[in-house]
């Protein structure tokens, strides 16, 4: 039950679109299409973005997308806002009913 | 609106128990899968455990199998964390979530428990 490996930071001017990557296994994000993206701000809960490696919930903007490509899933904001400043979760079905999250991406809006 | 409330957090000391609750209303608890998820502090986000709609089913992460055990009451809307011998690295933020098409789609507000002597 390793972590999934997300780059500790990310950055982007308004207006521009960012990039998030999470990398895993073929035991966990190659192996389902199991993963989700959480959205954090400081002090609060998260809040589901992503599932299903590219669905989004409801009320979630279009400027969220998410994809996958073998062992790697990525989260994609295009059109950078300033309320999207805030640390970024990927997670993953592990196989046997194990959960597994990434390590987190702070996300900054320059 | 659905909500989730967590309550039971608090300091304890190392080798100690606690019992987390979470009060859920605003949508048929008895339908969902469950899980708690913890945050130490300035840290990521951990998969605690799950549990099915019935509580037939519960898995944990290795590091607290053996010390937490998740229950449901369905007919009080509660979901449960008994934690047992507890450990200065079981310090952390503790939330519960609902389980939704392998995601949590709605989150409770946390509630802290500090593990310290």
């Known amino acids: 039950q390793s972590a999934l490996t997300q780059p500790p930071s990310a950055s982007g001017s308004p207006g521009q679109s960012v990039t998030i990557s999470c990398t895993g296994t073929?035991?966990?994000?190659?192996?389902?299409?199991?993963v989700s993206w959480y959205q954090q701000h400081p002090g609060k809960a998260p809040k589901l973005m992503i599932y299903?490696?590219?669905k989004r919930p409801s009320g979630v903007p279009d400027r969220f997308s998410g994809s996958k490509s073998g062992n790697t899933a990525s989260l994609t904001v295009s059109g950078l806002q300033a309320e999207d400043e805030a640390d970024y979760y990927c997670?993953?079905?592990?196989?046997?009913?194990?959960?597994?999250f990434g390590g987190g991406t702070q996300l900054t809006v320059l | 609106e659905v909500q989730l409330v967590e309550s039971g957090g608090g300091l304890v000391q190392p080798g100690g128990s606690l019992r987390l609750s979470c009060a859920v209303s605003?949508?048929?608890?008895?339908?969902?899968?469950m899980t708690w998820v913890r945050q130490a502090p300035g840290k990521g986000l951990e998969w605690v455990a799950n549990?099915?709609?019935?509580?037939?089913?519960?898995y944990y992460v290795n590091s607290v199998r053996g010390r937490f055990t998740i229950s449901r009451d369905n007919a009080k809307n509660s979901l449960y964390l008994q934690m047992n011998s507890l450990r200065v690295e079981d310090t952390a933020v503790y939330f519960c979530?609902?389980?939704?098409?392998?995601?949590?789609?709605?989150w409770g507000q946390g509630t802290l428990v500090t593990v310290s002597s």
């Open positions: 979530a609902r389980h939704y098409s392998r995601a949590s789609d709605y």
């Open positions: 605003g949508f048929t608890f008895s339908s969902y899968w």
């Open positions: 549990i099915k709609q019935d509580g037939s089913e519960k």
């Open positions: 073929s035991s966990d994000v190659g192996g389902y299409d199991y």
């Open positions: 299903e490696v590219s």
């Open positions: 997670n993953s079905y592990a196989g046997s009913h194990n959960w597994v």
